[in-house]
């Protein structure tokens, strides 16, 4: 079976419900889930949690990949805006009609890529301050064609599941996976 893949990247400062959480019920969803580190494979967390990367930004087979995720979080956000590689990452995806999702702060490094013009997005409100291309709807996600955005840590299972819906998973599985985690849905 041909898996869909997503790749988490992980920069110091995220924000680790929004990693964790999001690549959680992205598996529950079938679909293969790799966390990647921008530039170390143990990575910290903006409250101190630290974790292990399955690999290195640099190892990402960019070709085999179906989603990139970003998480927020400061000065994760910060860092991803900020990596010249990860930029790379997102232009490739996008222009390879894949998806690219971004929550919390982290649409700061989908402005800084050039792919927000125009586009429906929402992220933490401010984050987009002084950003003339980067305008926030306010709602608690959003999807405009192959790009995703969450409002930020309280919209995680929504934004999982508005990237599941990108690549291709029925409702019906959304729906039976969310109705496990959340009895009393």
């Known amino acids: 079976m041909n898996r869909k893949q997503a790749v988490i990247l992980l920069a110091d400062g ?10 959680d019920v992205l598996k529950r969803l079938g679909i293969a889930v790799r966390f990647a580190g921008v530039n170390s494979e143990t990575v910290t967390s903006s409250a101190g949690v630290a974790l292990h ?5 640099a190892d990402v087979d960019w070709n085999a990949a179906d989603a990139v995720v ?3 979080g400061l000065p994760g956000a910060e860092h991803l805006r900020n990596s010249s590689a990860v930029m790379e990452a997102l232009q490739k995806m996008y222009g390879a009609g894949k998806v690219v999702a971004a929550i919390c702060a982290a649409p700061i490094a ?3 890529a050039g792919l927000v013009r125009g586009r429906t997005v929402t992220g933490y409100p401010g984050t987009n ?10 709602k608690r996600t959003e999807r405009d064609g192959n790009l995703v955005t969450g409002k930020g840590p309280g919209a995680t299972f929504e934004f ?3 990237i ?22």
Do not use: C, K, N
């Open 160 to 162: 999982a599941a508005r």
């Open 164 to 185: 599941a819906e990108a690549l291709g998973v029925p409702q019906e599985d959304i729906d039976r996976v969310f109705d496990g985690m959340f009895v009393l849905r």
């Open 110 to 112: 989908l402005e800084r």
């Open 129 to 138: 301050a002084g950003l003339a291309d980067l305008v926030y709807t306010g």
């Open 70 to 72: 970003l998480p927020g």
């Open 14 to 23: 995220f924000e680790e419900i929004e990693a964790v959480g999001t690549g």
């Open 53 to 57: 990367a399955d690999l290195l930004l």
